[in-house]
């Protein structure tokens, strides 16, 4: 019997169309699920005449495989992964290869990883982005891990892996452990960021310019040809055209409630951990979350009224066209600054796990398959060539001037949708970070007195060598004794 290259276990949407696009690119993989049916199904449907065999149990599966053994598992993050580890390492033999490639919080692939090492395994926590096209006809992969495992499932998976630049694909190791989930992790707080700067753009156009769906689908058709080439501006473009059965805009339908996986929470949570400002995502993530507070909403809508009535921009008609101009490179410049907070907190969490990132290469990954991808991937691919150690993406020429040239439209649709009333967390945040950024004195030399009067934290003082602290004896009656903790 001819044994497979591949084995992989979860036949839900993404573990199906990983398997079709495998067989496509000339491997041959055998299927086991915990619901047989399942696995019966799909041999006879889906994968009838292809080179996929089906496994009914665990030992079966590990039976029909070449050695070393590669089992990727697809089934749902968290405890379900680690009862499939506990139940495969019995069953293989040194140098075999576990890879899990759900959306998995990186710690655990750090702990997975130590853990199937220690029983003379090797192990991979992938990360897979692309939903249910981008698996079946090339997803961007992320894998992290067993080096030692990289040669052997290199072949698969950037065979399988979306191509740019005409055959480079969208696949490369990206460090030990759980760097690879990492790396995936912050691609979707990227997305959370993107998703909800779209969403203001829409709002602001729809609610405050009175635009109707098919002029928007004209801006987001326009957009899509310029600076803003992306997946997300072409799906919403999409969106914005699709019509019900009565012929209304099916958008306009749906309830105003966003849903989420937590992807964008750990996201948050990892620059917490590392003090990384991540403030556009952390609004774009807080943005859902007062999107789901729908019923506490409607109440209070009608009793903080707003004052301002629809179309409350107020613009003549020759004035929307550049008043959406403005909203464009408001949206362009806000997207640059979410990129620049991602690529920061990869920065600080390579420092932190001793990864050695290479950030070009990850903007490379992320340009073709995956939710993120935007031709100015490329911009920020070739930032990082010029300057491997570049502290943030602004500080590049191209960033830089272009955040330049869109920040007068910025600070006017900032300004005009606060006076307004409408709520736009993503671009405000934005603003105010890269303000924050660029500004050499910010007050916290208030707050560090404050500290310093109410809990003896000690600060520094710009008369003195930094690493000197210093402690006032604010109220006469605090005496000379300090925190023995000082945290900036």
Not at 271 to 297: H, M, Q, W, Y
Not at 383 to 403: C, G, Q, T, V, W
Request: glycine share 8%.
């Amino acid at each position: 019997m001819n044994k497979c290259d591949i084995g992989l276990i979860g036949l839900a949407v993404m573990g199906e169309n990983l398997v079709m696009n495998m067989e496509s690119k000339g491997f041959s993989i055998c299927v086991y699920n915990r619901t047989a049916d399942k696995t019966t199904n799909f041999i006879e449907g889906r994968a009838k005449g292809k080179n996929i065999s089906a496994a009914y149990s665990l030992e079966e599966l590990v039976n029909k495989l070449k050695s070393p053994r590669k089992i990727m598992i697809m089934v749902k993050a968290g405890k379900p992964v680690d009862d499939y580890i506990e139940a495969l390492i019995p069953l293989l033999s040194k140098g075999d290869i576990i890879i899990d490639g759900g959306n998995t919080y990186y710690p655990d692939t750090i702990r997975r990883t130590k853990y199937v090492e220690s029983n003379g395994l090797l192990f991979i926590g992938t990360g897979v982005s692309g939903g249910e096209e981008g698996a079946l006809k090339g997803p961007s992969i992320m894998p992290g891990g067993s080096k030692d495992a990289w040669e052997h499932v290199k072949p698969i998976f950037q065979a399988i892996a979306a191509k740019v630049d005409g055959d480079i694909p969208c696949c490369e190791w990206i460090a030990n452990d759980g760097a690879g989930h990492y790396v995936k992790m912050v691609h979707n707080g990227i997305e959370y960021g993107d998703m909800q700067l779209i969403c203001e753009a829409y709002y602001l156009m729809k609610e405050y310019l009175g635009m109707s769906a098919d002029e928007m689908y004209e801006v987001f058709k326009k957009w899509n040809e310029d600076v803003l080439d992306s997946y997300l501006i072409e799906i919403t473009r999409d969106i914005l055209a699709y019509k019900d059965k009565d012929g209304s805009p099916i958008v306009e339908k749906i309830l105003d409630t966003a849903g989420q996986k937590g992807t964008g929470k750990w996201t948050s949570v990892a620059a917490l951990d590392e003090g990384t400002p991540l403030t556009l995502i952390n609004e774009a993530v807080f943005a859902r979350c007062l999107s789901a507070i729908k019923d506490e909403r409607v109440r209070a809508s009608q009793i903080l009224k707003n004052d301002k009535p629809k179309n409350h921009f107020n613009v003549a008609d020759e004035e929307k066209e550049k008043l959406v101009n403005d909203i464009k490179e408001t949206l362009f410049a806000s997207k640059i600054i979410s990129y620049a907070q991602g690529f920061a907190l990869l920065r600080a969490a390579s420092k932190t796990y001793n990864w050695n990132l290479d950030y070009g290469a990850i903007a490379l990954l992320w340009r073709g398959g995956c939710i993120i991808r935007s031709s100015f991937l490329s911009n920020i691919k070739e930032a990082f060539d010029k300057n491997p150690e570049l502290d943030n993406l602004l500080l590049d020429s191209y960033f830089n001037n272009a955040i330049e040239n869109a920040l007068p439209s910025w600070r006017r649709v900032c300004a005009k949708a606060l006076l307004s009333g409408a709520p736009i967390p993503a671009f405000a945040s934005a603003l105010t970070y890269y303000d924050g950024y660029r500004t050499a004195r910010l007050p916290a030399n208030l707050l560090q007195a404050q500290r310093d009067y109410f809990g003896a934290h000690t600060y520094e003082r710009i008369d003195k060598p930094r690493g000197e602290y210093f402690h006032t004896d604010w109220t006469g009656q605090g005496g000379s004794t300090a925190s023995t903790i000082y945290s900036v």
